[in-house]
């Protein structure tokens, strides 16, 4: 299993970013997957979930500002950020399934800072 995340950096609050997650060494297409976050100095914090077909569940601190998807035949996730704001600061991460403790990769930095 590896995932490569990608796409994170600094950005103003109110501004946007789009990540991405990389997946290989599994059938993605019929795989719940999930992103996570983690704040500095902080323990790991659900996000989002999609399932294989593409419903989708966010936390409440990110419902409709975030959005989730995925390209079955990129082998690719998605998460775009919208409104960012300061407390949104963290390493993101996507997770094979719906365990936040589940295989994750190395993560992508999202900075929301003026």
């Known amino acids: 299993v590896n995932l490569v995340e990608s796409g994170g950096g600094l950005v103003q609050p109110g501004g946007s970013l789009r990540v991405s997650c990389e997946a290989s060494?599994?059938?993605?297409?019929?795989?719940?997957m999930s992103w996570v976050r983690q704040a500095p100095g902080k323990g790991l914090e659900w996000v989002s979930s999609?399932?294989?077909?593409?419903?989708?569940a966010y936390d409440n601190s990110v419902k409709g500002r975030f959005t989730t998807s995925r390209d079955n035949a990129k082998n690719t996730l998605y998460l775009q950020l919208n409104n960012l704001r300061p407390e949104d600061t963290g390493m993101y991460y996507c997770i094979r399934g719906l365990n936040v403790f589940g295989t994750r990769g190395q993560g992508t930095q999202v900075t929301v800072s003026s």
């Open positions: 999609i399932s294989p077909r593409g419903f989708t």
């Open positions: 060494g599994f059938i993605f297409s019929s795989t719940h």
